[in-house]
């Protein structure tokens, strides 16, 4: 792929594009290039090449917006091949159909999805509070031996999605979807039962900290993800190990934090990590 967009666009340009290409089943979506030097119609030309030279790629589509919203969606444009924008997407050996114009999807968690499906132990009850299409949900139920993981999403396509997933995956035993904000899902019917909460939606992680502290059985694991900003000098690991702390503290919560990791880098100077940490609840 980095061969044909050279060929078309030149070597600097193609460079350019390069890292902000993501494959989503057989769907390339390219993100708008950090630059005015790159045309909306040299990104066609480049599609059009995709879809010609490479099967397995039926349709290509512009991201022209970041993530935005309370879905996490983006603003697509279509660019070459089928106007197509579901696509089934293999991640671990898990089937996950998908509509990338209605729900959010990144190839670039994949690392991340399988970590913590390892570290889900025989019998524990998981409450995933902002679950998508339910990868997190259906790798750990496919990986590992969860009692329960109870799957929530506020989006109701994504909730579609995921009740798809779930039948696709065959764990419906396992993982059970719900639709709905978790703070009031957690509060109406998940207040004590976890093992372990994810809450893999940065933007909403420190305020509903309290909620996942609820959805705890006691003493667990909350993985909580952030966007820190990375000014030269400061170490985005300790920010955010510092944010889930004090936010903690002010709760008058016990912790202890197990550790943090940098996931990825979502804008400039801007970085998704994720703080491991044991709270133990009353
Ligand atoms: C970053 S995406 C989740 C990604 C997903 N965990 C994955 O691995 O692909 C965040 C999700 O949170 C959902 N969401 C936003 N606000 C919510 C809320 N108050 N309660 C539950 N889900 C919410 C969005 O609809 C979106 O699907």
Known sequence: M???????LGEEKARLIWSRLDIVGDIAILKRPLTDSITVSDLARVAEELVRRLPYIKSVWLAESPVEGP????RFTHLAGEERSETVYVEHGCRFKVDIRRVFI???????????AKLVSSGEVVVNMFAGAGLFSIIIACKSKPRKVYSIDINPDA??????????????DTVIPILGDAAKVIVKELGGVADRVLMPLPELALDYLPYAVRALRGKGVIHVYLHVSTPKGTDPLKTSEQLVRDRLRELGVRHVVLGSRKVRPVAPRTMQTVVDVVVESD
Not at 2 to 8: F, P, T
Not at 71 to 74: E, I, L, V
Not at 106 to 116: G, Q
């Open 2 to 8: 980095r061969r044909i967009a050279e060929e078309v």
């Open 71 to 74: 879905y996490k969606t983006r």
């Open 106 to 116: 990144t190839p670039r968690l994949n690392y991340e999805h399988l970590r913590i």
């Open 159 to 172: 909730y579609r999605y995921m009740v798809e997933n779930i039948e696709l995956n065959k764990v419906g």
